[in-house]
Each structure stands twice: as C-alpha cells, then as structure tokens.
C-alpha cells in the first residue's frame, strides 16, 4: 500500500515567520506532487504543482521536492492570519494506476 | 473558464430517499473523481471515471452507491436508501490526464440525511 505521510498538527506559527510543511511518501517512482489548502468547511484548492528535484517558488510559496529522500516540503513565507488552515499533499502514484494518493493533511494555525 | 460545478450546494435526504449529487467538470477535462469527507477527516477516494467508463471504484461501497460520466451531460454519484452515515461532504474533482496532472476541485456538496 503506497502512503504519504503528513505530521497532523496542529503546527502553531508567529504570524510573519516561515511556516514548513513537510510530506514523505513511499513510492519511489511517483512523478507528480501536489500542495493544496482547505478551509474549515471548504474544498481544497491548489497551491502549488512541483515535478522535479529542486525548488520551485510562487509568492509567498515555495515547494521543494527531494526524491531521492522521498519528501515534498512547502515554506510558506511572512505567514498571515489568512494562511489558517489544513494543508495536503497529494503525490501521484505509479503503482496505484497513477492516481493521486493524499496525505491526511497537516493543520496550520498562524497566531497574531 | 467557469471550474468545476457541483450541485446542489446542500442537500437534505430522509433516510432510505435516494440521493443525486451532480458535477460538471472543467472545460476540457474528461477525467472525474469523487471523495466523500467527514468533518475533521482527510479526503476518502471514492470513484474515478472518464468520458462512459469506470475506471476505478475501490473506494466506494459495493452497495447503494453508482457513479456515472454519461458522453453527454453531468458526472453524478447516486446514492440509494441512504442512512445517516452517508451525511458528508461529497466532493468531485476533475483533471485532464490520470495522476500527472493536478485536481481541480468543486465546492462540493454538503449531504445530510436526517
């Protein structure tokens, strides 16, 4: 059974500071890796898409990928009140036929 | 470019009335997969579909639960006889390929049964 692994929180940060996410999955050969963020009682919305090694930045967001390490990580810069939330990985699997396999999410709570 | 539509937003079912949830993906997308979530729990993979097939229904349960991509028209999810434990956020999402590409996400609709 492919997983991906997510620390669920809650993660409490300073509004201003960097908050980090991170994810591991299990399967080596995954391609694609997704960040998405979903308010209480809303549905999840992408952030970011990375699909090599390395860092990939978008506003306050950075994804970074390390897949010989097998971890998926997402700094969110001067956090704000408004970035409250819970956070998913999505990683795509190979072996599950290529479909998305979804981490249980990490709560992030940003504190004025 | 309208996203994904869901409907209805709400829906409040008397247990053993069927339920119908209904989603139109994105222009563009023949890829469509529905999750089921409960308060305070992750996404549960339920169905996914393409354009007339099935391509996975492992997630969902073997009985008075169907899924259909019709050539024309919406996705729906039918959910029979339904009984408290189906109340849950159904959410449907679409894509234009299987797994490289990301998911788009509707509003999803909030289904209690009552």
């Known amino acids: 059974q492919k997983e991906v692994e997510q620390n669920s929180g809650p993660l409490s940060v300073p509004e201003g500071a960097i908050a980090s996410l991170n994810c591991t999955y299990s399967?080596?050969?995954?391609?694609?890796f997704f960040w998405y963020r979903q308010y209480s009682g809303k549905s999840p919305e992408l952030i970011m898409s990375i699909y090599s090694n390395g860092d990939k930045e978008d506003g306050r967001f950075t994804a970074q990928l390390n897949k010989a390490s097998q971890y998926v990580s997402l700094l969110i810069r001067d956090s704000q009140p408004s970035d409250s939330a819970t956070y998913l990985c999505a990683v795509n699997g190979v072996d599950s036929n290529y479909q998305l396999i979804w981490g249980a999410g990490t709560k992030l709570i940003i504190k004025p | 470019n309208a996203g994904v539509m869901q409907n209805p937003r709400h829906l409040v079912r008397r247990r053993g009335q069927e339920a119908r949830l209904r989603c139109s993906p994105m222009?563009?997308?023949?890829?469509v997969y529905w999750y089921r979530q409960l308060p305070e729990e992750g996404l549960k993979f339920m169905v996914y579909?393409?354009?007339?097939?099935?391509?996975?229904e492992s997630g969902m349960p073997k009985e008075r639960f169907s899924a259909e991509f019709p050539k024309e028209g919406p996705s729906i999810l039918r959910i029979q006889q339904v009984v408290r434990g189906d109340s849950a956020a159904y959410f449907c999402a679409s894509s234009t390929d299987r797994g490289n590409s990301p998911l788009h996400f509707g509003n999803g609709t909030r289904l209690t049964v009552t």
């Open positions: 579909l393409q354009k007339e097939n099935i391509i996975d």
């Open positions: 222009k563009g997308h023949s890829h």
């Open positions: 399967d080596r050969v995954s391609q694609s």
